[in-house]
Nanobody, 124 residues
Framework: VQLQASGGGLVQAGESLRLSCRAS????????MGWFRQAPGKEREFVAL?????????NLHAGVKNRFTISRDDAKSTVYLQMNSLKPEDTAVYYC?????????????????WGQGTLVTVSS
């Protein structure tokens, strides 16, 4: 499976961005898609995940639950991350991820497929 992420950019604090990630090629079985992020000098951390439509399985990091929303369009094999009320501490490279099991999102070391990353910079 190949993952193509887009939507990053430079915004001011309080503004919004929407990230997109489209999966292609051998997507069968990769039912879970989501996002991690990595800030400079920090480890890659989980942000959000969502399983295929209908399962009801999704999760967001506690630190973004009130500001970020994850959604997906299975017909387009695309997952979205709507980020509102952005803060400077949200500045990071955001990586799209896909896996067969949502439990693998507990650690970036367990993820089987990664996108190339898209940079989000939030200025104060």
């Amino acid at each position: 499976v190949q993952l193509q992420a887009s939507g990053g950019g430079l915004v001011q604090a309080g503004e919004s961005l929407r990230l997109s990630c489209r999966a292609s090629g051998g997507t069968d079985g990769y039912d879970v898609m989501g996002w991690f992020r990595q800030a400079p000098g920090k480890e890659r951390e989980f942000v959000a995940l969502m399983e295929s439509s209908g399962s009801g399985i999704y999760n967001l990091h506690a630190g973004v639950k009130n500001r970020f929303t994850i959604s997906r369009d299975d017909a387009k094999s695309t997952v979205y991350l709507q980020m509102n009320s952005l803060k400077p501490e949200d500045t990071a490279v955001y990586y799209c991820a896909a896996d067969r099991h949502y439990t693998n999102f507990a650690s970036p070391n367990w993820i089987h497929a990664w996108g190339q990353g898209t940079l989000v910079t939030v200025s104060s």
